[in-house]
């Protein structure tokens, strides 16, 4: 790169950002993150590489602005602007989210992942053939929810030729793991070239000196402190004053620079910082109202602070906020008065309610009301944060105490939404500070139990949700419900780690308070799972299997229901129903998909991975995984990677799935939830029986005996540890395991439970009574479409066979039990059955493998995807990355495992 401009020590900061610019032109994507203290010279870094690349790359350049923090999705609003004429390229749930988050099309508040997926098509769609240079400066200074969609995009970028700069002062959170330039402070030779430059007439040495000093490197710092100096002190060398930071040092200099112009100058200069759009006309008219003339724009021009122009900006980002600080909190209100006298009420109300918030000292109900409408607005457009915020200042300004407190509690809610549970917790005990009715008493109570359980998730989260959800009874049922149903989440994920009279307390509570004569899906699944922690599966079975064909029948089901179908996925693994469990998971997702519900789907898609397991389609499973790491990438979920530790296991992968299960066991015990142990139990008991170390699988298994009423994973480990126990010689531990499976499968009375009890029952028989359990179990097993426990019983009676010396009829059952488990996935258990057929003299087929050049987790992540059948769109949307990019990974992998197109995948994989 070249410039017109020498910028003396950037020499490396220059590079690595020309670096980024090539690497987009040359098809590759990146993100940079260029953060240093104010006036340390990002700014004209990015002027410098912006004017070398003006030709070669097209330029999108936008400036946050700190006073548009609270206006939900307004920085994306700047940065897409010039863009939507791209949008009607997005797939239709993007372009439609990201046409509701900037106001362009009413509609239901949009997912903000859809949201960044379709800035990230926005930016594929502007970069064309020619590639993009994006740069968001002062970024800040971006509301919470375009920092988030622009942060996603970031993450995201791949193979489309764009290169993102976001410019900061210090990375925030939001922009965490992003790849990062820090610019610092210039080395001391620079320093004193650049303080020569800003003081031609020479400086006292011991004031030279005390500047390099205090500027530290800042080349804002090394050019205007010393205008703040008198001749006598440059000539003198009388001490500088003042220990302030040196940003305040900063910001008063510009600000002492700008004293000699007129009062009403300065004023101007005060309406232009206070208006973050730049639009001309309306800062022309604003002045109007504030009687201020031309020629105060021609001071403030003639003073280098303002640039007029198509739009109205500062010489340096600093100085906004200098002017903005400095200025009198009634000159702050009489500018933000005059503002919101010219911004039209009809098509920019949100910002005109802001001014008139930030113009007005006493509570008003006036204004009050109408930032009650703005946050009602930014709700719809998914800006959880933008909506607290209105309604924190709507609360502040309400002066009837009852509406204010009904403000504060929606304002609670909404920061709770946005992810800040303590900001939450703090409005709540401004709440607690008024007057209270009952409902007002219940709000709080399930808002602050909420709050709570998101910040430490302890044994007491349980029973305050319970307590708030009996409070609110009388006076809100649909949310008392929801409470309830949070409340007895809360205590059966925290299992043998929580309080067992806690679930019960629960449960119990909502059998008072549901009515046993609904159909409606969610009172079904509530008084199902209540009835099944109580009173059993028997008891629960009727309630709980018209709750899931209520999930599977309602046309469209609202976010209540939506969110609570896992809980009948979850109740149809406890029912031993694979059909139904399916059913449910498939359909939670592809409405979670549809809707944009990324919140939704980890949990959805972890159900949904293990009906895949249960069906012996491990693939699909590994691709379900695949997806959800992509949500917890872009979203932060928490939820532990259970789906990665089942199919190591299934994998017979051992250390892979001992350092998930360490992990796993680790995290559960911070969380308080004994459903990581019991996974981490059952996972284990799997691989050990699978490797055939069933000892070790004894000692995974049995940790889960005292649990089995949790059922669940506690009680799928009993299959497992009847088979260990068998294999070790501990027939009093296998009854014993035997006795409580039958507990729980015998009640249940499908065909899955039936099919488990009898091939646990085979390993404990004798000839023929045993000879038949298997066979019933392997025709069960089979009728189910459950491959993999067709191959384990078929394992199982092999291994039978040949004790019994039956040569010919325990190979027919361990090679067609190899040719499943192999085919399947389970090498664990292949492996076993191939040790088998060696003592049988019959060594098992191998399966030809070619070398080839390994995948990156990525291009593996695309090729399942391809293997199933979708599209570079499709797989675009599943995994958060662009269909440019899914197009590039599927030519690499193409290219490494030599195949031709999508058809040739599968056995390409397979091989693999």
Partial sequence: MTGTVTLRGRDRELAELGTLVERARAGRSGALVVSGEAGVGKTVLLDRVAGDTAGLVRIERIVASESEMELAYAGLHQLCGPMMGSAGSLPVPQREAIEVALGLREGPAPSPFLVGLALLGLLTEDAGDRSLLCVVDDAQWLDEASGRAVAFAARRLDAEGVAVVLVMRAVGPVFAGLPRLAVGGLDDADSRALLRQATPGGLDARIRDQLIAEARGNPLALRTLPRTLSPAEIAGGFALTGSMPLESRIEQSLVAQLEPLPATARLLLLLAAADPTGDPGLLWRASEVLGLTPADFDAAEAAGALLVGTRVGFHHPLVRSAVYQAASPADRRRVHGALADVTSAEHDPDRRAWHRANATLLPDEDVAADLERSAARARTRGGAAATGAFLERAAELTPDSSRRVGRLLAAAGAKHDAGAPDAALRLLEAARALPLSALHEALVARLGARAGYALRRDAGSARRLLAAARGLEGHDPVLAQDTYIEALAAAAYGGRLGDREQVAAVARAILDATPADSDRARDLILRGQALLAVEGQEAALGTLRRAQRAFLEQATPDSLQLHWMWFASRAAQDLWDPGMLRALADRQVRLARAEGVVTVLPIALSLLMLAQTVDGDLDAAEASCDEIDAVKDVTGHRLPAYGRMFLAAYRGQAEETERWAARIRADAGKRGEGYGLSAANFSEAILYNGLGRFADSVASGRRELPYTHELNHAMRTLLELVEAAVH?????????????????????????????????????????????????????????????????????????????????????????????????????????????????????????????????????????????????????????????????????????????????????????
């Fill in 728 to 912: 070790t010689g501990d027939r009093e531990l296998a009854e014993q395991a035997f006795g409580q499976l039958a507990g729980v499968t015998r009640p249940v009375g499908t065909s899955w439970s039936i099919a488990v009890l009898a091939m646990s029952g085979a390993q404990l028989a004798d000839g023929a009574q045993a000879e038949e359990l298997y066979l019933d179990a392997i025709k069960r097993f089979e009728h189910e479409r459950i491959p993999v426990m067709t191959g384990r019983s078929r394992l199982l009676y092999g291994e039978f066979l040949r004790h019994q010396g039956r040569d010919a009829d325990a190979r027919e059952q361990l090679t067609t039990a190899h040719r499943v488990l192999r085919g399947r996935g389970l090498n664990g258990f292949a492996d076993r059955a191939a040790r088998e057929l060696e003592a049988l003299g019959q060594a098992p087929r191998a399966r030809a493998r070619g070398p080839r050049a390994p995948l990156t987790d990525q291009e593996l992540n695309v090729a399942r995807l391809a293997r199933e059948g979708l599209t570079n769109r499709d797989i675009g949307a599943r995994l958060f990355i662009s269909a440019r990019t899914a197009e590039y990974h599927l030519r690499k992998v193409f290219a490494k495992l030599g195949v031709k197109g999508r058809a040739e995948l599968k056995n390409a994989l397979d091989g693999s």
